[in-house]
């Protein structure tokens, strides 16, 4: 089992970047798949993106190409850099561990969620 803390979220204005982090705690890192999932105020959770045991990625349509997802399996941490944002990625952000490592919709281990508001 995993235990997850995500951090970085913040204030930023439309264009900025800002950087996700997600420790973990735990054994076995290297094997989980890992997602980012954010969520709104009386919205659903919906998947961000996904990167797998062997590197594989998974985006949501609306962040391609403005949104990387990496993992640092040495340092136990999960990355979201989002750069070009937009006041509808605000949202609080959540972190997300499946110990089944092939999957790109992970569905394990959640974090506490950390707020990204997007305004000027």
């Known amino acids: 089992q995993l235990q997850l803390v995500e951090s970085g979220g913040g204030l930023v204005q439309p264009g900025g970047s800002l950087r996700l982090l997600c420790a973990a705690t735990?054994?076995?890192?290297?094997?989980?798949?890992l997602g980012w999932y954010r969520q709104t105020p009386g919205g659903y959770r919906e998947l961000v993106a996904a990167?797998?045991?062997?590197?594989?990625?998974n985006y949501e349509d609306s962040v391609k190409g403005r949104f990387t997802i990496s993992r640092e399996n040495a340092k136990n941490t999960l990355y979201l850099q989002m750069n070009s944002l937009k006041p509808e990625d605000t949202a609080v952000y959540y972190c997300?561990?499946?110990?089944?490592?092939?999957?790109?919709?992970?569905?394990?281990?959640w974090g506490q969620g950390t707020q990204v508001t997007v305004s000027s």
């Open positions: 990167i797998n045991s062997g590197g594989a990625t």
């Open positions: 997300n561990a499946d110990f089944h490592g092939d999957s790109l919709r992970p569905a394990g281990f």
């Open positions: 735990g054994s076995m890192f290297s094997q989980y798949a």
